[in-house]
């Protein structure tokens, strides 16, 4: 889960440049999006998978007022994204609407149930996992050369921006899947954090290779206080404690490797959202955000709403704003609004080395 901290919101005038190639017209930067369910923007829709947000009463608030594919009541983060950006939503690469001048807005090669590894969200079958997400990313460069050239394709790449949001899964459908899983079998926590730390960095610098040279990578939020834990594995309504010391090991080692991998390279590629850190805020006083709760979801049943998948059937809340959480892992719309927020102008201690309205302003001026 990816929670933040409200912190003042600075203004910031985007200037896009307009530029013409192949008699297409380009605004704004591209926008490319990686990871899991927290980002999936209607992938898994062309998939024969279960992991599926694409039944009512998803998308309720969306302005459509339908499901999309999009695991929150209406819009996610890459869409608020977008919103800063001044651009359009990025497509599913799986649409088939995502072809001509639709490519230069960017894609989102996310899908829910994947992990870092391989064997995360096997359960779900038929997802993209993170190997092919950037096969899709190296088609997706190809795609876009055949309409703009290989040059112009190169450098709409590189000036883009990138979100990656994934490593949860692999800690609540994979090591804590069941007990005795294969992976809490074959490694103690620590050693399993550090083996996906080290897998991690592998896709990073494959992403790097592709061309990508700003990217966002959001830690994992508060895993064990999501209501599908707190109905699970929590006691009395605290969080679980085996997976919030997952979350408290995986973090810090992820902002790291992050720091490391740019002074390897010698620039600031990849930002650190400490999505964990500014989650807390959520946890401990949602009434500050206007929240009534941050335990309950607002669609679901069972125990804080947290058992099962939000369908046509479950328990709905009547008004989402009151409500951190949408469904039992994924936060409501509101709340998504709130992380965006903090992603533009979060302070170093959220945003790591720098927040996305001084990367914005930053990018202006080269």
């Known amino acids: 889960m990816a929670y933040y901290s409200l912190s003042s919101f600075v203004p910031l005038i985007i200037f896009s440049i307009v530029f013409i190639v192949g008699g297409v017209e380009a605004k704004s930067r591209a926008f490319f999006v990686?990871?899991?369910?927290?980002?999936?923007?209607?992938?898994?829709?062309?998939?024969?998978?279960?992991?599926?947000?694409?039944?009512p009463p998803y998308g309720i608030d969306y302005p459509t007022h339908a499901p999309t594919g999009r695991f929150s009541n209406g819009y996610n983060i890459p869409d608020l994204i977008s919103q800063q950006l001044g651009a359009e939503s990025t497509l599913p690469y799986l649409s088939p609407e995502l072809r001509g001048e639709r490519l230069l807005v960017g894609a989102n090669f996310a899908s829910a149930g994947i992990g870092i590894l391989n064997d995360t969200g096997v359960q779900f079958i038929n997802v993209i996992r993170m190997y092919r997400q950037l096969e899709y990313f190296e088609e997706y460069q190809n795609r876009l050369s055949a309409i703009i050239g290989a040059a112009q394709a190169k450098s709409r790449v590189n000036e883009a921006l990138v979100l990656i949001t994934v490593g949860g899964n692999d800690f609540v459908n994979n090591y804590y899947l069941v007990p005795y899983s294969a992976r809490s079998r074959q490694y103690q926590l620590p050693q399993y954090v550090k083996y996906l730390i080290s897998e991690y960095q592998k896709l990073l610098q494959k992403l790097y290779d592709l061309g990508a040279r700003r990217v966002l990578v959001t830690g994992t939020g508060p895993l064990g206080c999501v209501p599908s834990e707190l109905a699970q594995r929590g006691r009395n309504g605290q969080c679980s404690t085996e997976l919030q010391k997952a979350a408290s090991l995986f973090n810090p080692q992820l902002e790291s490797m992050l720091l490391a991998l740019n002074k390897k390279i010698g620039r600031d590629v990849f930002i650190a959202a400490n999505t964990a850190k500014m989650h807390n805020n959520f946890v401990s006083n949602p009434s500050q955000f206007g929240f009534k709760t941050s335990k309950v979801a607002c669609c679901g049943q069972g125990p804080y709403n947290g058992l099962g998948l939000c369908t046509a059937v479950s328990n709905l809340c009547s008004n989402r704003e009151l409500y951190a959480f949408w469904d039992a892992f994924h936060p409501s719309e509101k709340a998504n609004r709130l992380i965006v927020q903090e992603i533009m102008s979060g302070s170093k201690a959220y945003m790591n080395p720098m927040n996305l309205s001084t990367i914005l302003a930053l990018d202006a001026t080269t």
């Open 34 to 55: 990686f990871g899991d369910s927290l980002v999936d923007s209607g992938n898994n829709n062309y998939l024969a998978t279960t992991a599926r947000a694409d039944a």
